[in-house]
């Protein structure tokens, strides 16, 4: 019995470490626009970026995360000052 929980633990600190890093990756998204909104960043971004956030693109586009994730960057667009784009979504694919 005390053999299988040490893998039992390992489990959860693993689970626990790819959420979040998950976490940390998609919640990286609303800084990123913040800064090149306020003209510290490239705008259009950098190939690189687009590259790199183009998952979480598709996160909003064909997952149930839409509407959290529109919550989120509006947030961030607040923060920044400006109204949130009436244009289309944040996490539109021609950003990313």
Known sequence: MKEGAPK????????LCILAVFTLYVGST???????IKGTLPEPPPDWQKVFYRPVAYLHKYTP????????????????????????????????
């Open 8 to 15: 039992k633990s390992r489990a959860i600190i693993w689970t």
């Open 30 to 36: 609303g800084p990123i626009r913040h800064f090149q």
């Open 65 to 96: 995360l839409s509407k959290p994730l529109d919550v989120y960057s509006e947030w961030w667009w607040k923060l920044a000052g400006m109204p949130y784009p009436p244009s289309g979504s944040y996490y539109d694919l021609k950003y990313y």
